[in-house]
């Protein structure tokens, strides 16, 4: 590495020695922009480091394995990252520590945490870590930062209305996802392609580190089917009581220029932050140039010249994305959302997304503040938190207990998802998630629980009705559940619930109660027991997809959403795979997977009934007792319809029989 401060020739041999981490998509960028800077004399480029390249060179340049290979091609000055967000981290950390400089695509990382441990690496090695917000190098910034345009800045709000197809969508593995492989991605619009909009805004008000930032508030949504967001707003309060805001939609009817709108105390500015351009009220538009990125970190190396994105003032970025990643998105309801086009064209249009982001902009405001239809701000509330006493295998060790599962009322649920109590997270007693609530795939599937898609009439399941000869449409007679009355017991919780039509009248009555046991080091038991009745004098039909005439399709009863598992095994004591099992009959049902790398295994046992067992693997993973599988179950007046289980939930892979064989301690 050249020192600071000391001239680096002419020479190719005294030239920096760039490496490219991330050579397609938009790495193709970073490569135009080495190339140009390679012509210019600035540097070299030494090799390219892309799993997707095949052969021994890309463009003439060496393509290695890893940054270790690179150093045998030339010196290792500069790492250009520009690779999948969960590679953020490892990828700068070893360049930190083989005594590179860094340029990190942003966003930098997902965590406080992640952030940390990158600063601390900086200080150790003495590198340095550039961020590659590029709206950051613009001349407009400082200009209106400075008050040379509107006068000492008061709040930023950002405005972006883009257009992503599905195309867009699967174009990584990682695209739209929050989490892959137990490594927070965090891929949606506000930390991603319009994340240069939230760190310009934060930027404007003078919001770089995380100790400028006093509070972030963020709603959160999606039309796509991923699991991230795709239309959000966020408001930042910093620490010195200015504002910056984002209203931001990747589901527009047509894509415009991203900007920013700046009150300032003298006046207002908009600044188009990809163009550089500033244009104030009555006033022709101003352009400014911008610093490129790569350009002023190599500058540094050689002048000392302060980078314009270091690492440390992306702070109150990642305090951005620790809302985000605290934030569940919500669906945004189907009557709201128009798709046009067919196959990777395919895209939504928000209904009124677009005045509705000129709103919250220029009010400040969250979409739930300025009216949009859509906006689901309710959170679920917890109604109880299931724990089993810690034991070493023979007996309960201090007192201490493990939280297992959540009661939670379903007030988050949008309308037609039917709001309803369900149990999440639900976790092996070593912090295993194995359950999920609203998947990307089906938004109404929720957690573990009693669910029917037809009760007499009323859909209490979610998403579309199925009809007889139609298919599933889109009908207005989505319910609710809700909850009358709770009582406690120990470790048994209890709930009167009452599941609703649409027109707000009880059609089902249920008595549900839910208790936990320890049942050693590695497993706990969950028993849960629902009791149906009449709220009148009339029968009530109990029906779904499959007693409606959808074949295969008995989905409705109690029901365990499990969220991405890997090398799953489904049995029964007689069937073993998903197609041997699915529509059998007996006495349990054993689920064993990989759930983000680590083994689980859940045994489901239905007590005192035979319900054919309901399962999905390959469309996405499911298992539940089908209370109405080719005929509806008939709730009659003044008898109760009961269903109860048993279900054993351990980590590692065991025998089914062993399993529900243990007692507790």
Known sequence: MTPAGTDEGTTDAALPGVVLVGARGYGLHHRANVDRLVAAGRCTLTAVLDPALEGPTDGGVPVVADLAAAQAHGPVDVVVVAAPIAAHLPLTMTALQAGADVLLEKPPVTTRQALAELLDAERRTGQVVQVGFQSLGSDALGALRDGHVVGAVRSAAAVGTWRRDDAYWQRSAWAGRRRLHGVDVLDGVVTNPLAHAVATALAVVGARRAADVARVEVELYRANAIEGDDTSTVRVTTASGREATAALTLCAAEETVPSVRVVGADGTARFDYTLDHVTLPDAPTAHHGRTDLLENLLDHRRTGADLLVPLVSTGAFVEVLEAVRATQPVQIDHPFVTWLGEGPDRHPVVQDVESLVERAAEELALFSEVGAPWAHATRDEVLHRFTVPTTDGTSTTGGTRSEVATMLDGAGTIPTSVPRPYLHPVRTLAGIVVSAHHPPDHDWHTGVGPAVPDVGGANCWG?????????????????????????????????????????????LHEDRTTSTRPLGPDAWELRTTSSFSTPGGADVRLGGPGSNGRVGAGYGGFTWRLPPCTDVEVRTQTATGEAAVHGSVAPWVSWSADVEGRPVTIVLEALGHRDPWFVRVAEYPAIASALAWSTPATVHAGEALVRAFRAVVADGRHDPVALLARRPA
């Open 463 to 507: 998403g579309r009705t199925y009809v007889h000869g139609e298919g599933y449409v889109w009908r207005d007679d989505h319910g609710t559940v809700t909850v009358d009355r709770e009582t406690v017991e120990g470790d048994t919780h209890g709930m009167e619930l009452q599941w609703r039509g649409p027109d707000g009248r009880p059609r």
